[in-house]
């Protein structure tokens, strides 16, 4: 099982989180993640909050090995073809190292609907928000795949489309959610699920996720199953019984989240245990 870093962007500056990011590869850490937000949902850091496509594309320039995505865009935050163009210039910028996640966005009932709302724009029921994350991966892959032929869909339309940058490789989507409904969303139509890693279904959405990938004719065994939590020493040591459980339910990635201000000896620290896991 792989195990990756989140420097949360809540109140961070970006020298900082390139500093915990080269302290994260360094340190022998799989990937970096960020989270897509445009503010703090508490009402706001007086230092704001970095933009993720920007900053992951920064950071690929930065590091050289680790794997990077956003956990999880809003598919409400940009068109899919503006998304897809954007992740296709990041697999270039990277190497091929990106991993997409997408996702709904919140709903009215969370604080992350202020974001949208301080903007004009809507935020839409949960089944609608459900659909576009389907419609918007179907639109990358035609966009990356180079078919010129017009689409029609409930929520966007391609006319025609040529002359796109495509994505070189591909990279795999990965749909973040915490119910039954994402879980078959991303089993259908993505590549891999995102929970959390405490998530108390985490074993039935898995399930269900895999099943659907196998029903839409895919292989299973490849589908990328990633969750998060808090970057705690539980998660670093091999004999943990909450990494164990991971293991068990055919976790591919464990993503531990750090809170700014970042400290690159933390990271470090973390590494080391993590590494001395790995040894055993």
Known sequence: MKTDVLLIPMGARYADMRAAAIAAEEAGFDGLWTW?????????????????????????????????????????????????????????????????????????????????????????????????????????????????????????????????????????????????????????????FNTQAFHPQLAELVRIARAEHEAAGRDPSTFIVTVFAGLQERWLRAESRERSSLEALGVARLILLVEPPFDPRRVAAAGTLLGAARRQ
Do not use: C
């Open 36 to 192: 897509d937000h445009l503010r703090d949902p508490q009402g706001g850091s007086p230092a704001g909050v970095p933009e993720a496509w920007t900053t992951l594309t920064a950071l690929a320039e930065a590091t050289r090995r680790v794997a990077l995505g956003p956990l999880v865009l809003n598919v409400s935050n940009r068109h899919p073809g503006l998304l897809a163009n954007m992740a296709a210039t990041l697999q270039q910028v990277s190497g091929g190292r990106l991993l997409l996640g997408l996702g709904a966005g919140g709903s009215r009932k969370t604080p992350y609907a202020a974001e949208q709302l301080g903007l004009g724009l809507t935020v839409e029921p949960d089944r609608v928000r459900a659909a576009r994350v389907v419609e918007a991966i179907e639109v990358m892959r035609r966009l990356w795949s180079g078919d010129g032929a017009s689409f029609a869909g409930e929520h966007y339309r391609l006319e025609r489309p040529s002359g796109y940058l495509r994505a070189d490789p591909s990279p795999p989507i990965v749909v973040g959610g915490f119910g039954p409904r994402m879980a078959a969303i991303a089993g259908r139509h993505g590549d891999g």
